[in-house]
């Protein structure tokens, strides 16, 4: 399935595909994979996710569970320059993992991560640099793709236009226009006890 430049924002809710093998997810803006995401997909060989918005080891754990999987790449994405990424993957991945980012999975590549993740010594460094995910914690930019998506509601939207209408300066004026654009209530703009975005479902 090709799947590429579609602004996704977060990977999920897969039909049952049991057939399908090469899954094509290059340039979009995916900053977090569902945990059971791949399950429909259990015969997944390849999966291309250059050009994304992952950023912590702990977001590719869904990838993991995928016990076919052979080919992978997250090229252009900023998990892959958190350290010890690649021993991370090549770790946790099935055996079946040949190739990483375009480049073959040596034996001593296998061996050395085995070893480095090995003991009580490699468990406490694997919970140093992929700690569980906090329940209830998404990615900035799957929120703000929620909020949008949802809309501000009457109220939000009212009490934006009417700070404007009452700005002083064109930086008052822009700023308010930006968070009328993006939903968001600024925290001077509050409603009494409420929360910022409150938006309607």
Do not use: Q
């Not at 090549?90 to 001593?108: A, M």
């Not at 090995?118 to 992929?130: F, N, P, S, T, V």
């Not at 009328?180 to 600024?186: A, E, F, H």
């Amino acid at each position: 399935i090709d799947l590429c430049d579609n602004d996704l924002i977060k990977l999920g809710n897969f039909p049952p595909l049991k057939r399908l093998h090469v899954l094509l997810l290059m340039n979009n803006r995916i900053a977090r994979i569902a945990e059971e995401c791949f399950d429909p997909l259990p015969n997944l060989v390849s999966v291309t996710l250059t050009g994304n918005k992952l950023e912590k080891l702990v977001d590719l754990e869904p990838l993991t569970r995928l016990k076919n999987l052979e080919r992978l790449s997250l090229l252009e994405n900023p998990v892959t320059k958190v350290k010890h990424y690649r021993p991370y993957m090549i770790h946790k991945c099935s055996k079946s993992l040949r190739i990483l980012d375009f480049n073959r999975i040596k034996d001593k590549e296998r061996k050395a991560a085995g070893l480095l993740f090995a003991g009580e010594r490699g468990k406490k460094l694997l919970d140093e640099i992929a700690p569980p995910r906090v329940v209830g914690k998404e990615p900035s930019d799957v929120k703000t793709a929620e909020a949008v998506k949802t809309g501000p509601s009457p109220e939000v939207i009212e009490r934006i236009k009417k700070a404007i209408a009452e700005a002083e300066t064109i930086e008052e004026v822009t700023r308010l226009e930006r968070a009328l654009k993006s939903g968001v209530l600024p925290d001077d703009l509050k409603l009494d006890g409420g929360d910022p975005m409150k938006v309607d479902a």
